[in-house]
């Protein structure tokens, strides 16, 4: 194999695997080593700079970092990464002084936003200190989007969510809120310098079977039930539900159901449980409540009898596997009955755009979704950028937080007149070295080997009786201490110095995990198994050094590596070192003054 | 020294042995030794070797004397039983111990003030008694806990690190074993774990007195240019003559060496030690060419390593002896401590 090349910035940043996961790139065990050293106010400023809505992101994010965690590789859990973020935002102090100057005098160019959710508010803060005129358009009567109108309070509380949103819009966006968008022409006629459309993917899917004109008004579509719980249009729902979909939406609407006076609520899903795409955990706090969830049930009929819905029918089917991918067939067992007086339906969301009229220059592909660079986000009309659900369809919130960096620049490249795609500033990585004295290091080296700690929740009876009580109560600041005790600060890398090395060994015989490895040279798949321990994890990496001395080189597999700095301890010439990786992920604030 | 704690959790695909150990399990403490010393790849491969042996660590017994080579039984097999001497005297242990019960598998760490300086006469006389045990001495040449004085094995000629030459001749505790009666005698070089693994599982299973000396550099006062125990000196003026390999009977393999340079030697336990040759001229069965052989590599410079001399069939000082087979704390009360009768009957055959 070839030496490594550290300085590629990707290198170490997939070492740091929570980061590499996270849409945004948040510097996961940065902020982790603040909340454990009590500086929640610097932990909640790196998250709001990366990812925006801390303590939005805290109670709902989809955490892809979570399943990347090394704790799961290394043990079985992984850090609750998503939790102490939460503990961040929860306990942090006064965030003034962290927060970016608006320039009084604008630059004269003004950008249109539309829609006012997590994309264009992020976009908003991205632009304002550069001194950009923002106007952020948006039907809903307040700011948020989705997070405001589809997540029920009993996630993500109001107060939580407007805290975020109104320091965004406070820091001078003219937000023309109860402004129903219905024509992209009409908006371009405003001659605005640029726009961006985070309108989201607000079309919840419908199905279309036997009988469903008939009870149409016995069955809601998810979102729009969900939004109209959130703006106190609906405050009720009777006799028995059944939830059709396996999505968080189908979750938050189960619950919400529950809270609502439902006499009876269940869950029916088509796919297999273990494929089902809403998170675990919410799949897990839908069952505390004691919502059941039945799975391989496809939808087949709804029956009805003069003009009210009596239940409906589905078939049932088994997950089989073919071809690596998951078929279902039916089992030839009779159907089920499931008696119904209203149905919620969760399953999916569409990022439909009616109101763009398609002669304006934006191409929309086969799928009837808009065409997208995917570096600068720009659509095929030199002035209109896409981001959040409505670019690519519908994700989490923390990928409309990393869209928006991403079209904040190009717009900022755009408006100056540079080009979107071929001008962005490149990554890069700075590596500094953690050691302080011959046997000290700015980080708690230490391997924690507790097992993930639990969230606590509030009393079930108390949060099934009112809507807008928190389930979940956070970690306190004992146990959010002990959970970034777990982890294991994987930005804190092991630097190898070639010429520095005199092959003693140390480092073989200490390493915990049998990462390092003296052998000689061979191409990779002879390499990965040729070592101490084989490193059988194909996406993980291996470090290898440049020819030693003894015509061997060093291979160190990254899997497992638990940062633990031993390898750095025992060496006797500094050939190892312990060098903590900063990932320079390019945002808008690094042009501003 | 290293304040940080090795952590607990290992490689999920660590290998086990036949009874169900991994490597980790024949650990001890984080070493409290210089960073980058010899001494600790030499426990590692203790670690490794006794590992690959199946044998439970509690079945082992560690004995050392003083020195920075002697504090290193506490690094690894934390679960054997063990006797920090005094310096220069854990030959008597050794022997006191090895009497006492034979069933342990007796693991010697020594250095070369330990074994060449105050304890010479020790080490004569435990290779003469033909006490069953593995002897390594962890040899750098140096005075390491004393701030770096020349040892009696540091080369004529070889410099301090301040480029002061050492005047005397060195004690070669190689040619003084072979000419003692060991008939185990091995050389190996800390910074070749695939060497000197195999040789420390074989002494452990050897019956009789096996010796190896490990050259294993001292990072702080005997790793500069000018030594002859430095990393770099050594691996350059090496010169492997015998590769030992252990075949244990569960994976016994056939391996095809050509006419006249293997030597097969079926060890008590079934297991068997495989001598290929790396030098034609040279004779591991027999005492004096092997002798002649390292003495004369000595003159030129080079460090021969590999197993240097073995005796089958070796005699232990149990066999000698006639003594009981029993470990003492196996007899019973009756046969350790006979009654005044049996006194007066011995007494009276002598009479």
Redesign the interface.
């Known amino acids: 194999m070839q030496p490594t090349d550290i300085h590629n910035p990707n290198y170490f940043h997939k070492v740091v695997d929570c980061q590499w996961a996270c849409p945004a790139h948040t510097p996961v065990p940065e902020y982790i080593r603040l909340i454990a050293q009590e500086r929640y106010t610097e932990a909640y400023m790196i998250n709001w700079e990366s990812n925006v809505f801390p303590g939005i992101l805290g109670r709902t994010c989809d955490r892809p970092c979570e399943p990347a965690c090394r704790r799961v590789r290394?043990?079985e859990k992984p850090v609750a990464i998503c939790r102490l973020k939460r503990v961040a935002a929860d306990h942090k102090g006064d965030i003034t002084r962290y927060l970016p100057k608006v320039p009084k005098k604008k630059n004269g160019k003004r950008i249109a936003l539309l829609g006012a959710g997590p994309a264009s508010l992020a976009v908003a803060r991205d632009l304002l200190p550069l001194g950009y005129t923002i106007d952020m358009f948006d039907r809903d009567p307040g700011g948020g989007g989705m997070m405001r109108s589809q997540i029920p309070a009993f996630r993500l509380p109001k107060d939580v969510l407007e805290e975020e949103v109104d320091l965004i819009v406070n820091m001078g966006v003219n937000a023309r809120y109860n402004y129903e968008i219905t024509s992209m022409k009409e908006m371009l006629d405003m001659d605005y310098d640029a726009y961006f459309v985070g309108t989201g993917a607000p079309r919840g899917r419908d199905l279309d079977l036997p009988g469903r004109k008939e009870v149409s008004k016995h069955i809601s579509i998810g979102i729009d039930w969900l939004s109209n719980v959130a703006f106190g249009h609906t405050t009720s729902i009777s006799g028995r539900v059944i939830v059709m979909g396996g999505g968080n939406t189908a979750m938050d609407c189960c619950r919400t159901s529950n809270r609502l006076g439902a006499e009876s609520v269940t869950v029916v899903v088509r796919s297999a449980f273990d494929v089902m795409k809403a998170s675990d955990w919410e799949k897990e706090d839908a069952m505390a409540e004691g919502i059941p969830i039945l799975n391989n049930r496809p939808p087949k009929e709804f029956v009805h009898e003069n003009g009210k819905l009596k239940g409906v029918v589905f078939g049932r089917v088994k997950p089989v596997e073919a071809d690596g991918r998951l078929k279902y067939v039916p089992t030839g067992e009779a159907d089920v009955y499931i008696e119904a007086n209203h149905i919620l339906m969760a399953i999916g969301q569409e990022n439909h755009c009616p109101w763009i009229e398609r002669d304006l220059g934006i191409e929309f592909d086969k799928w009837d979704c808009p065409v997208i660079d995917e570096d600068s986000l720009q659509s095929t009309h030199e002035k209109i950028f896409f981001g959040g659900d409505s670019a690519f369809g519908p994700e989490n919130i923390i990928w409309a937080s990393a869209h928006a960096h991403k079209a904040a620049i190009s717009i900022h490249l755009f408006c100056q007149g540079k080009d979107p795609k071929h001008d962005r500033p490149p990554e890069a990585v700075n590596l500094i070295s953690q050691k302080m004295g011959l046997?000290e290091w700015s980080y708690d080296?230490?391997?924690d080997?507790s097992q993930r700690h639990i969230v606590p929740h509030a009393d079930l009876k108390r949060s099934l009786d009112n809507i807008k009580v928190e389930v979940e109560l956070g970690f306190d600041e004992d146990l959010g201490f002990k959970e970034a005790q777990r982890c294991l600060n994987c930005d804190v890398q092991t630097v190898f110095t070639e010429k520095l090395c005199?092959?003693?060994?140390?480092c073989?015989?200490?390493c915990?995990?049998?990462?390092i490895t003296f052998t000689p040279n061979a191409p990779e798949a002879e390499l990965r198994t040729a070592l101490t321990?084989?490193a059988?994890t194909l996406e993980q990496d291996l470090y290898v050094s440049d020819t030693l001395?003894?015509s061997r080189v060093m291979v160190k597999d990254e899997d497992?590596c638990?940062h633990?700095?031993?390898c750095a301890?025992?060496?006797?010439?500094n050939a190892w070192d312990m060098q903590k990786s900063i990932i320079h992920i390019p945002q808008l604030s690094s042009y501003a003054e | 020294?290293?304040?940080?704690?090795?952590?607990?959790?290992?490689?999920?695909?660590?290998k086990t042995n036949e009874i169900g150990l991994t490597r980790?399990d024949y650990e001890a403490i984080?070493?409290t030794l210089?960073?980058?010393?010899?001494h600790?790849?030499v426990?590692?491969a203790v670690i490794q070797a006794c590992h690959e042996l199946s044998i439970p660590p509690h079945q082992f017994a560690k004995v050392s004397g003083i020195g920075c080579s002697s504090k290193t039984p506490s690094y690894f097999l934390g679960n054997a039983h063990g006797f920090n001497s005094v310096h220069g005297r854990m030959p008597s242990i050794a022997t006191g111990a090895y009497l006492a019960n034979k069933e342990l598998k007796y693991i010697g760490i020594s250095g070369d003030g330990d074994s060449a300086s105050i304890g010479l006469g020790q080490f004569a006389h435990i290779i003469r008694r033909k006490v069953d045990m593995c002897y390594i001495v962890d040899n750098n040449g140096t005075y390491g806990l004393t701030k770096g004085q020349f040892s009696a094995t540091n080369d004529r000629g070889s410099t301090s690190k301040r480029g002061v030459p050492n005047l005397y001749a060195p004690i070669d505790l190689v040619s003084l074993a072979i000419q003692l009666g060991a008939s185990f005698v091995a050389r190996s070089f800390?910074?070749d774990?695939q060497q000197l693994i195999p040789l420390i599982k074989a002494a452990v299973l050897h019956k009789g007195f096996a010796f190896i000396d490990v050259i294993s550099?001292c990072?702080m006062f005997n790793?500069h240019e000018g030594s002859t125990k430095s990393?770099?000196h050594v691996?350059n003026h090496t010169e492997p003559v015998v590769d030992a390999n252990l075949i244990m009977p569960r994976d016994e393999i056939a391996v095809e060496y050509e006419e006249g340079t293997t030597i097969s030697v079926s060890m008590h336990d079934g297991s068997k030690l495989q001598l290929r040759k790396l030098s034609d001229s040279y004779e591991p069965d027999d005492r004096v060419s092997a002798l002649t052989y390292v003495q004369q590599a000595q003159e030129e410079g080079e460090i021969v390593t590999g197993l240097l001399f073995l005796e089958e069939d070796a005699v232990d000082c149990h066999d000698i002896l006639g003594t009981s087979d029993t470990p003492f704390n196996g007899l019973e009360q009756e046969s350790l401590c006979p009654r005044a009768e049996k006194l007066e009957q011995i007494n009276e055959s002598l009479r």
């Not at chain 2, 210089?34 to 010899?38: L, N, R």
């Open positions: 290394t043990e046997h080296a230490e391997h080997p005199i092959e003693c060994d140390a073989v015989d200490i915990p995990m049998d990462c321990a084989p059988e001395p003894t497992l638990l633990c700095g031993l301890e025992r060496c006797p010439t | 020294m290293t304040f940080v704690p090795k952590p607990k959790a290992r490689h999920p695909l660590l980790r984080v070493s210089c960073a980058g010393c010899g600790d790849s426990s590692a800390s910074g774990k550099p990072v790793n990393y770099s691996r």
